[in-house]
């Protein structure tokens, strides 16, 4: 019998990974590693923490741009593996739309 073990944090990843959200959209940070990973959301910029796997776009964050970075960790072997990756956003107000998802195509014949 043969076992694979993942010792280190691999395929860490951003879903969904865009470039604007709403507000109460839900940002997954996901990775494998042996043993199961923890996470933290840090904005770059003010310093703040957020604990856990997912970030939830709240009311203080409409119409504002932000870089976060996630950080997944574990612990194997006596030795602490930390991955990250950075995320710029923005929050679009409510009623607002994003210029890439709403187009009216007006076509004339003549």
Known sequence: ???IAVVALRNLAVTPRQSSYHLGDRIQCSAEGN???SYQWTDLVSGNIVQGAVLVISEDMVDGSYVFQC???N???TATH??????NFTVISP????SKQNFIYICKYY
Not at 82 to 87: G, K, P, Q, V, W
């Open 82 to 87: 930390n991955e990250a990756t950075t995320l």
């Open 95 to 98: 009623g607002s739309t994003d």
């Open 35 to 37: 043993s199961a990973p």
């Open 1 to 3: 019998m043969f076992v």
């Open 75 to 77: 612990y194997f072997n």
């Open 71 to 73: 950080t997944a960790s």
